[in-house]
């Protein structure tokens, strides 16, 4: 046992995470890294009040991710925020600072604008942000950066958004960028979509779905069978990781 506190441990907080890329990815670059007594484990939560427990664990993880549902919820039991984290209001990656403090920060803004800037050639004009969770708010804060306008759509849609019903061909026609933060089509349920007017598509769209597991969903399928530019979220994912490191190892 003594053993164990010589272990730096890293995480991921969230609930059914069991398909986790995170896992997956620190535990592949720690072993290329030869990082022998790192380790990154899943903190599967039934609920956020759980997370209590992570804070009084000894010894304390070295840094956390944080995905769904609970991307917003973290934040009350964090002593501070970064600007973006802020302003955002969902937090993906919590740091213990040289004072102790508990820090939350939000890289998935870092893993968008890089993944969105490497997939086109111009910055997108008009967009449409499917969902209104903790990642949309990054997609927004990434689009009010780069000067685009947008339009959240939802299916319960409060003052200023969309719904999905309300999408016709002229709204379709003045945008070319539509991204997809629900999680509709995610693995296993491979054969779901955000229900928007497909057939109204064409090669005037660029369409970016945050979903990596399945490589494609049918909402990005049935944009590239109509002609538009499609990207899934891995480069996105990894892109926020790599910064997620740097925060923990500043």
């Not at 969230?14 to 670059?29: A, E, H, L, Q």
């Not at 296993?188 to 064409?202: F, G, H, N, R, T």
């Amino acid at each position: 046992m003594a053993k164990d506190k010589y272990i730096k441990k890293f995480g991921l907080v969230g609930k059914n995470i069991d398909y986790s890329f995170s896992r997956n990815y620190f535990t592949s670059k720690f072993k290329q890294e030869n990082k022998k007594d790192y380790v990154y484990v899943n903190f599967d939560l039934e609920n956020i009040d759980q997370f209590k427990k992570i804070l009084k664990s000894k010894p304390l993880p070295m840094g956390l991710n944080v995905t769904i549902p609970y991307k917003k919820k973290v934040i009350p039991f964090l002593d501070e925020l970064s600007y973006e984290a802020d302003t955002i209001q969902a937090v993906n990656t919590i740091v213990w600072d040289a004072n102790g403090k508990v820090v939350g920060h939000n890289t998935d803004h870092v893993g968008f604008e890089k993944a969105l800037i490497k997939s086109i050639d111009k910055n997108p004009k008009k967009a449409l942000i499917l969902g209104t969770g903790g990642a949309s708010s990054a997609v927004k804060f990434v689009l009010d950066k780069i000067n685009c306008s947008f339009s959240f759509v939802s299916r319960n849609p409060k003052e200023n958004q969309l719904s999905y019903d309300e999408i016709t061909k002229e709204i379709l026609d003045k945008i070319d960028l539509i991204v997809n933060t629900t999680p509709l089509g995610t693995f296993p349920d491979v054969d779901e979509a955000p229900p928007i007017p497909y057939k109204y598509l064409s090669d005037k769209q660029f369409l970016f779905d945050l979903i990596y597991n399945p490589e494609e969903t049918k909402f990005l399928e049935e944009g590239r069978i109509r002609g538009a530019k499609t990207s899934n979220g891995y480069q996105m994912l990894v892109y926020q990781a790599e910064k997620s490191w740097k925060l923990w190892s500043q």
